[in-house]
Nanobody
């Protein structure tokens, strides 16, 4: 079992920055991907960024490339998401996710490839 605990959400004006952090507890040794998803009411959960825990490769949704940075600290079992130049359309509930399947390698954007989820942290960007 793995428990994911997020922190760092909040409210910020457009153009500002926030940093989300996710700590993984439990049996994390076979995690292949960790990442961040977001969801707004009435829409599907969408992949924002992912990191392959083995080699550190990172992937981003086109909408956040150049603005968001995902990073990991394997010693602390944490995955962070630095969000800069925030826009109102970034407003959403953000979820940390971890996958124990290599299927996440080419399908990281898809929520069904994830094995565990955090409880979510709200990010609100006002224009």
């Amino acid at each position: 079992q793995v428990q994911l605990v997020e922190s760092g959400g909040g409210s910020v004006q457009a153009g500002g920055s926030l940093r989300l952090s996710c700590v993984a507890y439990g049996y994390t040794y076979t995690t292949y991907c960790m990442g961040w998803f977001r969801q707004v009411p009435g829409k599907e959960r969408e992949g924002v960024a992912s990191i392959y825990t083995g080699n550190g490769r990172t992937y981003y949704a086109d909408s956040v490339k150049g603005r968001f940075t995902i990073s990991q600290d394997n010693a602390k079992n944490t995955v962070d998401l630095q969000m800069n130049s925030l826009k109102s359309e970034d407003t959403a509930m953000y979820y940390c996710a971890a996958s124990f399947s290599t299927y996440c390698y080419n399908h990281w954007r898809e929520a069904y490839t994830q094995s565990y989820w955090g409880q979510g942290t709200q990010v609100t960007v006002s224009s």
